[in-house]
Nanobody, 120 residues
């Protein structure tokens, strides 16, 4: 496994937006699957979104319509664009590698997370 690197978290007011980034240094993002998870204080980690190796996307009901997952094949970076943020979105956000070719980061690798805090 490799250590993924998340960034882009911060403190934002309710209704605001953030874009989270996830990279796997030395690896491509093209044709690679990636998941985003989040964990609020005192709660279990929950799945947020997935982009598959063939660009299919899916979202948890709690974020559907407010979140978009994508990849930049040139920058080898995955993104989670979040808008209309709510206080209940406050959590540590993690990316985790999914399935992909041999050029992709190993399946099941996690990052250390980036904190998102939404104030009311």
């Amino acid at each position: 496994q490799v250590q993924l690197v998340e960034s882009g978290g911060g403190v934002v007011q309710a209704g605001g937006s953030l874009r989270l980034s996830c990279t796997a240094p030395g690896f491509s993002s093209d044709g690679c699957g990636m998941d985003w998870y989040r964990q609020a204080a005192g709660k279990q980690r929950e799945w947020v979104s997935t982009i598959t190796e063939d660009d299919s996307t899916s979202y948890a009901d709690s974020v559907k319509g407010r979140v978009a997952i994508s990849r930049d094949k040139v920058k080898h970076t995955f993104y989670l664009q979040m808008s209309n943020l709510k206080p209940e979105d406050t959590a540590m956000y993690f990316c985790k590698t999914g399935y992909g070719g041999y050029w992709c980061p190993p399946f099941g690798s996690w990052g250390q997370g980036t904190q998102v805090t939404v104030s009311s």
